[in-house]
């Protein structure tokens, strides 16, 4: 048994110490609720976002070099920076035994190429169906 007087929940549902209380008309933290720090946080990060991309623009063009290996390492699938001859699968499979490219580099390639085929296949779906729907009788 604790000595230790526990606070009353106040009118919004919480603590002595701030805290989401629990009790008959008050189970926690309400689902989605977001904590003042993380509002404050992308409040800030919203408010500095257009001066960060001006200030990462000018750093670009005097060729500072943190900028531009943050720009590609950013941009490209896990810092893949191997100028490769093809990217067939058989092409990665290679440079993955060769030793040219990691495992994971390797897997993005083959991920992005994957993307890439189900976005071929929907653009083919997608013409089919214009062409179906152009022979049907019109109303």
Do not use: C
């Not at 009790?23 to 926690?28: D, E, L, R």
């Not at 500095?48 to 000018?58: I, M, N, T």
């Not at 699968?89 to 290679?94: A, M, P």
């Amino acid at each position: 048994m604790s000595n230790v007087t526990p606070m009353p929940a106040d009118i919004n549902g919480r603590d002595g110490r701030g805290r989401f209380a629990s009790g008959p008309n008050n189970i926690g933290r309400p689902r989605g609720a977001k904590s003042r720090h993380a509002r404050d946080l992308s409040a800030l990060v919203r408010t500095l976002r257009d001066r960060a991309f001006e200030a990462f623009a000018v750093a670009i063009d005097n060729k500072e070099r943190w900028a531009v290996e943050l720009y590609f390492r950013m941009s490209l699938p896990n810092g893949l920076t191997t100028e490769m001859h093809g990217t067939a699968v058989e092409d990665i499979e290679s440079a993955t035994a060769d030793g040219d490219i990691s495992f994971e580099q390797a897997k993005a390639l083959i991920a992005n190429k994957k993307d890439g085929k189900a976005i071929n296949e929907l653009d083919d779906h997608r013409a089919m169906m214009k062409e179906i729907v152009e022979k049907l009788p019109k109303r």
